[in-house]
């Protein structure tokens, strides 16, 4: 089985509903960078203060101070780790191999973009209770309300066509080099996220052999 893996996929394509079947299964914890850094913060190690000063200023914290906080949190991890958003270009993944983490799988969730347009700009969700809703493929009984608590339904801003495809094209820039990289360590494992939740996670266990 494979217990060291990293997850990737477009924003809107599941990866995080996997992230969250994989970690239970494979009893391994599910590390983002966000999580990382709340984690370095609260614990207050040197890499963590410095990291602190960069996100109460309102900035984004610098490759080398994430690549610190990832070597070390990973170091101290013997059970395996489901990396999620993390690296995110050649450069961190270039840290994450010099730091001497060795990676058994990298899984690629692939989904086209025009569906995940349809998916982002679909959805729709209640400020009140938290429901979430989608135009076409899950809509509310009644037109703009939730079915839950009778809320106003929203579309998040960042929800809109045109922020979803800037998002994407960052993705897909960022992504293609990872692509590459892994792909030529005979790492990368393409798996297709135009399914059912169950497909889609079956597919990764027969890739990460359990």
């Known amino acids: 089985m494979k217990k060291r893996v990293i997850l990737m996929g477009p924003p809107g394509g599941g990866k995080g509903t996997q992230a969250s079947l994989l970690k239970e299964a494979m009893e ?42 990832v070597a070390e949190r990973l170091s101290s991890e013997t059970r395996g780790f489901l990396l999620d958003g993390y690296p995110r270009t050649v450069a961190q993944a270039d840290s994450l191999e010099a730091s001497g983490q060795v990676v058994d799988a990298v899984v690629l969730i692939e989904v086209p973009d025009e569906l995940i347009v349809d998916r982002i700009v679909g959805r729709r969700s209640c400020p009140k209770c938290g429901s979430v809703f989608h135009l076409s493929t899950l809509p509310p009984k009644v037109d703009g309300v939730c079915d839950a608590c009778g809320g106003e339904l929203i579309q998040r801003g960042d929800d809109c066509e045109d922020v979803v495809k800037q998002r994407l094209t960052t993705y897909h820039d960022q992504t293609q080099p990872l692509i590459e990289y892994y792909s030529s360590r005979g790492l990368l494992y393409r798996v297709n996220g135009n399914n059912e939740v169950s497909a889609v996670f079956a597919e990764i266990r027969k890739v990460l052999e359990f």
């Open 28 to 69: 391994v914890p599910h590390i983002s960078t966000g999580d990382m850094l709340r984690a370095a913060r609260k614990a207050g190690t040197e890499l963590g203060k410095k990291a602190d000063a960069y996100i109460v200023a309102g900035q984004l914290v610098p490759d080398e101070l994430v690549n610190g906080i």
